[in-house]
């Protein structure tokens, strides 16, 4: 088992930046979605099939956002009330950047708009809750970070925050702000967690401290301490993933594994747990295996 490292910040992923080993890529959020359900991982990853955003995800997303502003500002500005005056701007930005989310809500439902971002407000009231800002210079803020694992498998993801402590301790930040029970998506959350760890380990020689999650919505942090041990068999986890993915796009039979996350699925209609029929299974799929490493990983905070 080896690794190298290839990107180590906000680079394009250009196909010249990869290794010429490396035969497939694989985000943390794929990985999830096979790990969950192999056929919401062919409806996302294979078939690409549109997912409307959700009023929870674009309130995931602008909080990012905000955080991520927030430590652009001198340490003593970062206050509670700096961090809701970012709020109005930063969706502004947010909708510039991406249309679509101005119709998440009627025309002319001012209410509803002022509701959305009085809603993310109170979300980094909770941030505030559990950490002070003004006391943390993070190393790296919505960082893309990759390896190559294994030879011939590219992974990478966006990490919301890593802090470096004085002697090099890495500790690394998830933000989290769904409203969705905490306990559907914790170990989903961790797989996450455990998978930039890994980046990190291959990339730099170091197994984070502590990966934290930080749940906004109930002001709580949850950490958790790997060790290396546990990232090589999280590795052999990963590779073995992508094997199976590998296998079933081969045979073309990704098959549905209903559970609790169902209800936040997008896909019911075409899913045949729910009386759907999945779309013909389209052929380029199996000719661009590193078609995930041309396209940039799911944004931080939208998949959640
Ligand atoms: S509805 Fe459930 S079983 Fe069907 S694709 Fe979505 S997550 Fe999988």
């Not at 701007?89 to 002022?114: H, I, K, S, Y």
């Not at 980094?124 to 990759?146: H, K, M, N, T, W």
Request: hydrophobic share 40%.
């Amino acid at each position: 088992m080896t690794a190298e490292p290839v990107i180590d910040a906000q680079d394009s992923l250009a196909p010249a930046a990869v290794p010429p080993t490396v035969r497939a890529s694989l985000s943390p959020s794929r990985a999830a979605d096979f790990k969950t359900c192999p056929l919401l991982y062919r409806f996302r990853s294979i078939d690409r099939l549109p997912e409307r955003p959700t009023v929870e995800q674009a309130r995931g997303t602008l909080v990012h956002a905000v955080l991520e502003r927030l430590f652009d500002l001198p340490a003593a500005a970062r206050t509670p009330e700096s961090a809701g005056d970012l709020v109005a701007p930063q969706w502004d930005r947010l909708v510039t950047e991406e249309p679509e989310l101005a119709g998440l809500f009627a025309e002319g439902d001012a209410a509803g708009a002022a509701e959305f971002l009085r809603s993310a407000a109170a979300l980094l009231q909770g941030y505030f809750a559990v950490e002070d800002p003004r006391r943390l210079e993070p190393a790296e803020r919505e960082a893309l970070i990759s390896a190559v694992v294994d030879d011939e498998l590219l992974i990478r993801g966006y990490l919301d925050r890593l802090d470096v402590a004085p002697d090099g301790a890495l500790r690394v930040v998830d933000y989290k702000t769904g409203g969705a029970p905490r306990e559907a998506f914790e170990a989903r959350a961790l797989f996450q967690l455990k998978f930039y760890a890994l980046v990190l380990w291959r990339t730099r020689g170091v197994v984070p401290r502590v990966l934290r999650l930080l749940y906004l919505k109930d002001a709580e942090i949850c950490d958790y301490t790997p060790d290396a041990e546990e990232l090589l068999r999280f590795e052999r986890t990963v590779v073995a993933l992508w094997q199976a993915i590998e296998q079933a796009t081969a045979r073309q039979d990704f098959r549905p594994r209903p559970s609790r996350l169902c209800d936040w699925c997008s896909h019911q209609a075409h899913c045949p747990s729910f009386g759907g029929t999945p779309p013909p299974f389209p052929t380029t799929a199996i000719t661009d295996p590193l078609r995930d490493a041309r396209s940039g990983p799911v944004a931080p905070g939208a998949d959640e």
